[in-house]
Each structure stands twice: as structure tokens, then as C-alpha cells.
């Protein structure tokens, strides 16, 4: 069963800097998308940033020059460092993959979210 497990939030103060972690748990075929996304109290959720297979990078208009998105592709893991933290980041994080678990098939994950807290 493929299973996205995150990690790395926390309380940090503003402008300091936390790095998230989101794994893949599972064997799949390959990975076609990722993309970190957060949601803040009484917000809709929105997507902070996405990378593609080539590793092209795409970023939210509030988090350019903070936040860089990466990918290792031989762990199955995507990264979000945070630099420069604001309390208006302060939301849960979700990161989402579209996957092959098989050739035939494709779905997207979602990770269980993980809580950025930054107090001012």
C-alpha cells in the first residue's frame, strides 16, 4: 500500500527556517508530479510550490525567494526548506504526489499534514 508520510513541521520563530521531509512508503512504478500545499485556519488550501520529473519548479507569489522545493529521486522523497518564516505561513502543510503504482495505474496521495506554527 503507497503511503506518503511527512515530516519535519514545528514552532519556529519569525524568520527562522524548518525543512519538511514527505517520503514514499510503499513499492511503486514511478512518480509523475509533487507538490507541497498548505491550509490555514478558515483558508482554502492552496499549493506553495510543485516540481516536475525534469525538476522544473513552480512557486506561490508569497513564498518566492523563501521556500525552495527539491526532489531526490532515488529516496522517493520531496523536500520544502522554508527560509525567512512569517506568521502568515503558519498552516498545515500537505505535501500530494501523483503516482504509478503500476504502469496501468495512476492516483494521487496525499500526505497526513504536518503543522508549521510561527509565532512574531
Known amino acids: 500500500q503507497v503511503q506518503l508520510v511527512e515530516s519535519g513541521g514545528g514552532l519556529v520563530q519569525a524568520g527562522g527556517s524548518l525543512r519538511l521531509s514527505c517520503a514514499v512508503s510503499?513499492?511503486?512504478?514511478?512518480?509523475?508530479?509533487m507538490g507541497w500545499y498548505r491550509q490555514a485556519p478558515g483558508k482554502q488550501r492552496e499549493l506553495v510550490a510543485d516540481?516536475?520529473?525534469?525538476?522544473?519548479?513552480n512557486y506561490a507569489d508569497s513564498v518566492k525567494g523563501r521556500f525552495t522545493i527539491s526532489r531526490d529521486n532515488a529516496k522517493n522523497t520531496m523536500y520544502l526548506q522554508m527560509n525567512s518564516l512569517k506568521p502568515e505561513d503558519t498552516a498545515v502543510y500537505y505535501c500530494?504526489?501523483?503516482?504509478?503504482?503500476?504502469?496501468?495505474?495512476?492516483?494521487?496521495?496525499w500526505g497526513q499534514g504536518t503543522q508549521v506554527t510561527v509565532s512574531s
Open positions: 500530494a504526489m501523483l503516482i504509478a503504482p503500476t504502469p496501468e495505474e495512476l492516483y494521487d496521495y
Open positions: 510503499g513499492s511503486i512504478f514511478s512518480i509523475k508530479s
Open positions: 516540481i516536475t520529473t525534469s525538476s522544473n519548479t
